[in-house]
């Protein structure tokens, strides 16, 4: 089975523009979450969806966004972009509340 | 305020040595998991401990979660240049029908052949 998939890879945006991120969760996941991780830190949380609705969000400005579709993939959507928010965002899917399973994430560089 | 201490956040050892590796908190933690993360890719679950004073060991590694579900340890037997990473000790927080994990910075685990 496919574990979870992140598009793109990698991203370089300037400051002041917007991004977007994908995500699918392993089949049978209907929980996805989003995590930021700078340089040297461990993973933030920033955002739980389950069954489309928003479940828990992270102490993340209001520049952060995210929804989660029917067929439960998920997107995370970065308004004006700092240079702070230049790190790797993690989505992970779970189908209980006991264990998430990491997607290898987005690197993203804000110029 | 980091909700979850890790130490030590380095770690340089011979192939063969054993480690241990602690995270600690005030919190206390629905569960608690520990992850492997290599540089550039997506952590990856090594184990999950829901039980105060449970341990469970995996091949060479053995988890532990404290009695009051506080902290817990990682201890690598013999350890191989394959074990080299970053560990990473999550605990859940959240009640029914919301869910998060806080992360620990992570220990820097490098295992010297």
């Known amino acids: 089975d496919a574990g979870v998939t992140q598009s793109p890879t990698h991203l370089i945006k300037t400051r002041g523009q917007h991004v977007t991120l994908r995500c699918s969760p392993i089949s049978g996941h209907k929980s996805v979450s989003w995590y930021q991780q700078v340089l040297g830190q461990g993973p933030q949380f920033i955002f739980q969806y389950y069954e489309k609705e928003e479940r828990g969000r992270g102490n993340f400005p209001d520049r952060f966004s995210a929804r989660q579709f029917p067929n439960y993939s998920s997107e995370l959507n970065v308004n004006a972009l700092l240079l702070g928010d230049s790190a790797l965002y993690l989505c992970?899917?779970?189908?209980?509340?006991?264990?998430?399973?990491f997607g290898p994430g987005t690197r993203l560089t804000v110029l | 305020t980091q909700l979850l201490e890790q130490s030590p956040q380095f770690l340089s050892i011979q192939e063969g040595e054993n480690l241990t590796v602690y995270c600690n908190s005030s919190s206390v933690f629905s569960s608690l998991q520990w992850y492997r993360q290599e540089p550039g890719e997506g952590p990856v679950l090594l184990v999950t401990v829901v039980t105060g004073g449970e341990v469970k060991k995996l091949k060479r590694l053995t988890f532990q979660f404290g009695d009051a579900r506080k902290d817990s340890s990682l201890h690598i037997t013999a350890a191989q240049p394959g074990d080299t990473g970053l560990y990473l000790c999550a605990g859940a927080l959240g009640g029914a029908g919301s869910y998060q994990l806080t992360f620990g910075k992570g220990t820097k685990l490098s295992v010297i052949p």
């Open positions: 992970a899917s779970s189908i209980n509340y006991n264990e998430q399973f």
